[in-house]
C-alpha cells in the first residue's frame, strides 16, 4: 500500500517569514496530493491539493509543488501569520478510484509573533 | 450549511465495552469515510461507505464496524474496547467515491474523542 513521509515533524517560525513542509510517497500510481490545516480542537480542513499532471499549484500565499520522478511534494507558506499555526497533514490518493488517501504523520506549525 | 455533524464530542469507556459513534454527513454527499487519529499521528482509514455500501476498508480488526443508512448517515461501532482505542475518531463526507464522481474532496467532523479507561 501508500506510505507518505512528512517532515518536520514540528516547525518553529518568525512571522513573515516562510514555512516549507516536504512529503514523499511510495505509490507511483498516487495522482492526487491534498493538503489539510488541522486547528486545535476542529478536524483537518483542506487547504490546497494538486493533480500529478500539474507542477505547481498557487493559492494566495500558499504553493504546493510536485516532483513526480523523485515522488515528492512539498507545501510553501510565505509571509507566515499567528493565524497560520496549526498541523498540517499531507495525503496521497488514487482519484479515479475509491480515493482512500493515505496521511503523513502531519507537522505542527508554530508561528511566533 | 450545517458542515458534517459528529456525536458524542468526547466519551469516556473502561476497557472491555462497546461504544457507537455517530455522523451526519454534509447535504448532498453520499459518501462517508472513518478515521482514526491518535495523538501525534496523521488521520488512519477505517471504513469508506457509498450509497450504504461498504467501499473500502483499512487494517483494523474485526472489533471495529460500521454502516451507512438510507439517509446517509453512519454510525461506527466498536466492541470489546481496548486502551489502544483512546483516539480522536473522525468522520469525512464528500460527494462521491469511486470513478472519480465529485471533487474527491474530504470534509471532516470536529470528531469523536475517545477515551478508555
Known amino acids: 500500500g501508500e506510505n507518505v513521509e512528512q517532515h518536520p515533524s514540528t516547525l518553529s517560525v518568525q512571522e513573515g517569514d516562510s514555512a516549507v513542509i516536504k512529503c514523499t510517497y511510495s505509490d507511483s500510481a498516487s495522482n492526487y496530493f491534498p493538503w489539510y490545516k488541522q486547528e486545535l480542537g476542529k478536524g483537518p480542513q483542506l487547504i490546497i491539493d494538486i493533480r500529478s499532471n500539474v507542477g505547481e499549484k498557487k493559492d494566495q500565499r500558499i504553493a504546493v509543488t510536485l516532483n513526480k520522478t523523485a515522488k515528492h511534494f512539498s507545501l510553501h507558506i510565505t509571509e507566515t501569520q499567528p493565524e497560520d499555526s496549526a498541523v498540517y497533514f499531507c495525503a496521497a490518493s488514487i482519484r479515479g478510484g475509491s480515493y482512500i488517501p493515505t496521511f503523513g504523520r502531519g507537522t505542527s506549525l508554530i508561528v511566533h509573533p | 450549511d450545517a458542515g458534517v455533524t459528529q456525536s458524542p464530542t468526547h466519551l469516556i469507556k473502561t476497557r472491555g465495552q462497546q461504544v457507537t459513534l455517530r455522523c451526519s454527513p454534509i447535504?448532498?454527499?453520499?459518501?462517508v469515510s472513518w478515521y482514526q487519529q491518535v495523538l501525534g499521528q496523521g488521520p488512519q482509514f477505517i471504513f469508506q461507505y457509498y450509497e450504504k455500501e461498504e467501499r473500502g476498508r483499512g487494517n483494523f480488526p474485526d472489533r471495529f464496524s460500521a454502516r451507512q443508512f438510507p439517509n446517509y448517515s453512519s454510525e461506527l461501532n466498536v466492541n470489546a474496547l481496548l486502551l489502544g482505542d483512546s483516539a480522536l475518531y473522525l468522520c469525512?463526507?464528500?460527494?462521491?467515491?469511486?470513478?472519480?464522481?465529485?471533487?474527491?474532496?474530504?470534509?471532516f467532523g470536529e470528531g469523536s474523542r475517545l477515551t478508555v479507561l
Open positions: 469525512a463526507s464528500s460527494l462521491g467515491t469511486s470513478g472519480g464522481v465529485g471533487t474527491g474532496e474530504l470534509f
Open positions: 447535504s448532498g454527499h453520499k459518501s
